[in-house]
């Protein structure tokens, strides 16, 4: 399985990507904005992205649109520290398969993680 990691922190990308490490996990890339996103998405084909909601140059509810646009069957997980609940609908109405708040433990982005593959 191929994942793009999006967050405009680094701790987080770093955390994300060790925490998900397994033997059919390939990391295909990690963008810093939704507009790297949208880029990366195009270039590296992902099955699975992991999305923070606020970010610099372009937001991920802006860049979700697009990234559904551009492959309807990726798998996005929106990891955002906006608790909201009306943002957490407004993206699974809009494409995406799970909403995990930060911080977050190790077992749940995995719990996550592993239901959204269960599900491909």
Do not use: C
């Not at 609940?85 to 977050?104: D, R």
Request: without cysteine; charged residues 30%; aromatic residues 4%.
């Amino acid at each position: 399985m191929k994942v793009l990691i999006v967050d405009d922190s680094e701790i987080i990308r770093e955390a994300i990507s060790t925490w998900i490490k397994g033997s059919d996990i390939e990391i295909v890339g990690k963008a810093v904005n939704g507009q790297e996103a949208v880029e990366m998405v195009r270039q590296r084909k992902p099955d699975l992205v992991t999305l923070d909601i606020t970010m610099p140059e372009m937001d991920g509810l802006t860049a979700l649109e697009q990234i559904i646009k551009i492959n309807p069957r990726v798998k996005v997980i929106i990891v955002s520290a906006l608790a909201a609940k009306e943002t957490a609908l407004k993206a699974i109405k809009m494409g995406a398969v799970s909403y995990l708040v930060k911080p977050f433990t190790q077992a749940e982005l995995r719990e996550v993680f592993d239901e959204v593959r269960e599900d491909s």
